[in-house]
C-alpha cells in the first residue's frame, strides 16, 4: 500500500492546504481547512491562533485515520509579507499584519535611510518595526510560514524566500550589514528552502499520530511553493500564472533586481527565480466578460491573427511590471463592434505584456526563457495558449501541479535526500 511520506502546507488567507506526496514524489492527496477572516478597520489583520486551530484540528483528523504513520518530514508555504511577532515562548504577541496591510509606511520611508541596496525588499521589515514602534511588540519578528516552524519544533529559523522582504541578501545569503547592526539577533538563522531544521516535538507528533523524529524543513512563500509544484527545473523554464493577475517567474543561473521594473529575484535551489508581477489577467477579461462568454467567444477567435489593436488591458489604474507606472491607466480603445474581436485583443495583449515581462527578465541579465509551463484559470484556455504561444515564440503547456501544497512537499522531501 503506498503510503505518505512528506506533507507540504500551504497557509493562506482564508485557510489552508496540505498536500501528501509518497517515496516517489506522487501527490496522494490533498486536504484542505478554513478559518474565519473578519474584516478589520485598519488594514488586513489574522489573529494566529485561527490558523494553528485549523492546522491542528486536520492534523489530528488525519492521525486518527492513519495516514501520518508513515510520514517523514513536512514543510510550510506561506503569504509572502506577512509579519508577526513572538515572545520567547514562541507565541504570539498579537495579531498577524497581512501581505496587503498597508501600515508601516512610515517605517519603510524610515529603513530606506539605511545603507541598503536600493532594490532591497523591505514591506515585512516595515510590517516588523510597525508592530515595535506602535504597539510595544518587541518580540522576534516572523512570517506566517515560520511561525509554524518555531511552534512545531522551537527553532526561530526562517528560509531566504521568505526572508526576501525582510531585507535579507539571497544572493550572498546573509543579512545586509545595516540591518544586522540595527536588530542583531532578534532576526532569524536563515536557510535555503528546503534544509532540515529539526524533528517535530515529542508532544505534536504524539497528538498528531506522527512517528517520531518527523523532521521539519525551510519552507518557502506561497508563489515559490508553487515554482517547485509546476514541474519547472532547469534553466531557462518560465512559470505563468495567469489567475487575477499575471505572474511570472523564469529559473535563471543570474539573479536579477531592478526595482523600476519590478523585478527581483528568489533564490531556487542553486540557480534563482526571477519573478514580476503585471496588473494585468482574469481580473480585467472578468469585468466584461463571464466564464461562459470566455468560452463561447474564444471559439471564433483566430489564434494566428495578428495584434492590431495593441491593448494594455488593466482593470484600473496603475502598472507595476514589466514597468512600474501607478498613473498609468488600461489602453482598451478602439473597441470593436464584434465582442469576439473584443476578446482577442484583449487576450493577445495580455500575451504581449507576458512576453514584454520574459524579454525584460533577459534584457536585465537573466536566462532567455526556453518553455512556459502555465497555471491559473487562464491555462486551460487552448485558443489563449496558442495566441501565447505565438507572442512567446517558444512552447507553452499545463504546470505538473498547481498547488502550492504540492511544492512544499517537495522541499520536504528535499530535505530528507529526495527529489529536487
Known amino acids: 500500500m503506498t503510503t505518505a511520506r512528506h506533507l507540504g502546507v500551504d497557509v493562506g488567507t482564508s485557510g489552508l492546504r496540505l498536500a501528501a506526496l509518497d517515496a516517489a514524489g506522487d501527490c496522494l492527496w490533498l486536504e484542505k481547512a478554513n478559518w474565519p477572516v473578519p474584516p478589520t478597520?485598519?488594514?488586513h489583520e489574522q489573529n494566529p491562533a485561527?490558523?494553528?486551530?485549523a492546522f491542528d484540528e486536520l492534523m489530528r483528523q488525519l492521525g486518527e485515520e492513519g495516514r501520518l504513520a508513515d510520514v517523514d518530514s513536512l514543510a510550510f508555504a506561506g503569504t509572502s509579507g506577512t509579519a508577526l511577532t513572538i515572545g520567547a515562548d514562541g507565541q504570539p504577541e498579537g495579531p498577524a499584519l497581512m501581505y496587503d496591510d498597508p501600515q508601516g509606511r512610515e517605517q519603510l520611508a524610515a529603513l530606506r535611510q539605511l545603507e541598503l541596496d536600493p532594490d532591497a525588499q523591505l514591506s515585512a521589515l516595515?510590517?516588523?518595526r510597525f508592530l515595535a514602534e506602535e504597539r510595544g511588540q518587541s518580540g522576534r519578528p516572523v512570517s506566517q510560514a515560520d511561525w509554524f516552524?518555531?511552534?512545531?519544533?522551537?527553532?526561530?529559523?526562517s528560509d531566504s524566500n521568505n526572508t526576501l522582504k525582510w531585507g535579507f541578501d539571497a544572493v550572498a545569503e546573509q543579512w545586509p550589514a545595516?540591518?544586522?547592526e540595527r536588530f542583531g539577533d532578534r532576526l532569524p538563522a536563515v536557510h535555503r528552502p528546503g534544509t532540515a531544521v529539526a524533528p517535530v516535538t515529542p508532544a505534536l507528533a504524539q497528538r498528531w499520530g506522527l512517528p517520531k523524529g518527523v523532521i521539519v524543513a525551510t519552507g518557502t512563500t506561497d508563489s515559490m511553493a508553487a515554482l517547485w509544484a509546476s514541474g519547472a527545473a532547469e534553466e531557462g523554464d518560465g512559470v505563468t500564472s495567469l489567475g487575477s493577475t499575471l505572474a511570472l517567474k523564469l529559473i535563471s543561473t543570474r539573479p536579477v533586481s531592478d526595482a523600476a521594473s519590478g523585478v527581483y529575484s528568489h533564490r531556487f535551489?542553486?540557480?534563482f527565480a526571477v519573478s514580476g508581477a503585471s496588473n494585468t489577467g482574469g481580473r480585467v477579461l472578468a469585468t466584461f466578460f463571464d466564464n461562459e462568454e470566455l468560452a463561447r467567444l474564444s471559439e471564433s477567435i483566430d489564434p494566428d491573427a495578428p495584434d492590431t489593436l495593441g491593448y494594455w488591458p488593466l482593470a484600473g489604474r496603475g502598472e507595476r511590471f514589466p514597468v512600474v507606472a501607478p498613473a498609468m491607466g488600461p489602453r482598451l480603445t478602439p473597441r470593436p463592434a464584434d465582442?469576439?474581436?473584443f476578446l482577442g485583443g484583449m487576450l493577445r495583449g495580455i500575451a504581449r505584456i507576458e512576453a514584454l515581462g520574459y524579454r525584460r527578465f533577459a534584457a536585465l541579465g537573466g536566462s532567455a526563457v526556453r518553455r512556459v509551463l502555465s497555471s491559473g484559470g487562464g491555462a486551460h484556455n487552448p485558443v489563449f495558449a496558442r495566441i501565447r504561444e505565438r507572442a512567446l515564440g517558444v512552447p507553452v503547456t499545463l504546470a505538473t501541479h498547481t498547488e502550492a501544497a504540492v511544492g512544499a512537499a517537495r522541499l520536504a522531501a528535499l530535505s530528507k535526500g529526495e527529489g529536487a
Open 41 to 43: 478597520p485598519d488594514g
Open 50 to 53: 485561527d490558523w494553528w486551530a
Open 126 to 128: 516595515a510590517r516588523w
Open 149 to 157: 516552524v518555531t511552534r512545531l519544533t522551537g527553532q526561530h529559523v
Open 178 to 180: 545595516a540591518l544586522q
Open 269 to 271: 535551489g542553486e540557480r
Open 339 to 341: 465582442p469576439a474581436l
